[in-house]
């Protein structure tokens, strides 16, 4: 199934199920590309879950690693917290990256993704730190032959891109997320894309509105049903030259295996 020349994938957390449910999904739905989430391959029955995605025919797009100590109920929970900033859990996150990072090579795939926390250029001792971090980690995927995504959303399109340029790794590129952009109040999903476009290789397919109240956090709605403009959005990447995959998220509501199959028909009648 695709969008346009694009593959029409699902993040397999969406769907909140084992490997087995995730693989009934897709085959439903009629789409064998896969955003993996690879924490499970970390866990207590690891070479169980290693084992279940190996024997599925799946093309796994990227992987993705998040960390334990993340709070998302909040704008301010989610600063604090997101990420490989908190000094208290950068040992177990960059272990847990690490982890990722072997399991990446060992399915041969060529992007793991995260949301690595905010970017605050204000505090110049947190955003030395941070990029000290992220040049360890991108340093790691360097060596191993794979890419180092960073998912848009904490920061404006700008500010990210001044942080790419000065960081200046080529083992770093973009998981581009269009609803993060409004649902962090972070810009539009469109104009933002262009300005990182040279670092995109990725995308998240999701849809969502705006808050009307600052500090707080938008509201997630299946995709063509909210504020990213899709129509104009997909004229956007194909202008850009975006070559990646779809990867369809929903992280909200009640039926999450409608919304995806909504999505995915909805890209799929796009030519």
């Given at each position: 199934m695709k969008c346009k020349n694009w593959p029409i994938g699902v993040c397999?957390?969406?769907?909140?199920?084992?490997?087995?449910?995730?693989?009934?999904?897709?085959?439903?739905?009629?789409?064998d590309h896969v955003h993996l989430g690879v924490r499970p391959a970390l866990e207590a029955k690891g070479k169980e879950f290693l084992a279940a995605v190996q024997r599925q025919n799946w093309t796994i797009s990227a992987t993705m690693i998040d960390f334990p100590q993340e709070d998302?109920?909040?704008?301010?929970?989610?600063?604090?917290?997101?990420?490989?900033?908190?000094?208290?859990?950068?040992?177990?996150?960059?272990?847990?990256?690490?982890?990722?990072?072997?399991?990446?090579?060992?399915?041969?795939?060529?992007?793991?993704s995260m949301h690595?926390?905010?970017?605050?250029?204000?505090?110049?001792?947190?955003?030395?730190?941070?990029?000290?971090?992220?040049?360890?980690?991108?340093?790691?995927?360097?060596?191993?032959?794979?890419?180092?995504?960073l998912e848009t959303g904490q920061e404006t399109a700008e500010e990210?891109?001044?942080?790419?340029?000065?960081?200046?790794?080529?083992?770093?590129g973009v998981n581009f997320d269009p609803a993060n952009m409004i649902l962090y109040?972070?810009?539009?999903?469109?104009?933002?894309?262009?300005?990182?476009?040279?670092?995109?290789?990725?995308?998240?397919?999701?849809d969502a509105t705006r808050t009307r109240?600052?500090?707080?956090?938008?509201?997630?709605?299946?995709w063509g049903d909210g504020e990213v403009q899709t129509a104009a959005?997909?004229?956007?990447?194909?202008?850009?030259?975006?070559?990646?995959?779809?990867?369809?998220?929903?992280e909200a509501g009640d039926n999450r295996f409608g919304d995806v199959k909504l999505a995915a028909e909805r890209l799929s009648r796009v030519s």
């Open positions: 397999s957390w969406s769907l909140r199920t084992n490997v087995d449910g995730v693989a009934d999904a897709m085959r439903q739905i009629g789409i998302y109920s909040t704008l301010d929970s989610i600063k604090v917290t997101g990420g490989i900033g908190p000094d208290e859990y950068w040992e177990k996150n960059q272990e847990l990256f690490l982890g990722a990072v072997d399991v990446t090579v060992t399915l041969g795939v060529k992007y793991l690595a926390g905010f970017i605050d250029e204000s505090d110049v001792a947190y955003a030395e730190k941070f990029y000290e971090r992220i040049r360890c980690l991108a340093d790691v995927a360097g060596d191993n032959k794979i890419m180092l995504l990210l891109r001044r942080f790419l340029e000065e960081l200046d790794h080529p083992a770093v109040d972070k810009g539009n999903p469109i104009e933002a894309v262009k300005v990182l476009a040279p670092w995109v290789k990725h995308l998240h397919a999701k109240k600052p500090g707080t956090w938008g509201a997630e709605v299946p959005f997909l004229d956007t990447l194909a202008q850009v030259g975006f070559k990646g995959t779809l990867a369809i998220e929903r």
